[in-house]
Nanobody, 123 residues
């Protein structure tokens, strides 16, 4: 089992930055693919960014060039640096882990989820 706890959300003005953290416990995540997803009110959960066990990163087109995903295996933690934030980035952000190291854009392929952290971007 893997437990994930997100932190770092909050209220920020458009153009600002936030860094989300996802601390894992229970089992190591160093060999797992990790992902960030988000869900806005009335919308489906959508993929934001992912990082494979081999440190390859991949992003949704909507955040490419603005968000950076990274991992610190020594701390069992994954980060999402969010820059140039826009009001449309407002959502609850979730960290997720797979039981494998390979990439996936699909929420259903992730076995473990955190409780989410709210990000609100004001215009």
């Amino acid at each position: 089992q893997v437990q994930l706890v997100e932190s770092g959300g909050g209220l920020v003005q458009a153009g600002g930055s936030l860094r989300l953290s996802c601390a894992a416990s229970g089992r190591t995540v160093s060999s797992r693919n990790m992902g960030w997803f988000r869900q806005a009110p009335g919308k489906e959960r959508e993929f934001v960014a992912g990082i494979t066990w081999g440190i390859s990163t991949y992003y949704a087109d909507s955040v490419k060039g603005r968000f950076i995903i990274s991992r610190d295996n020594a701390k069992n933690t994954v980060y999402l640096q969010m820059n140039s934030l826009k009001p449309e980035d407002t959502a609850v952000y979730y960290c997720a882990a797979r039981d494998t190291g390979s990439s996936s854009y699909t929420p259903g392929r992730y076995e473990y989820w955190g409780q989410g952290t709210q990000v609100t971007v004001s215009s």
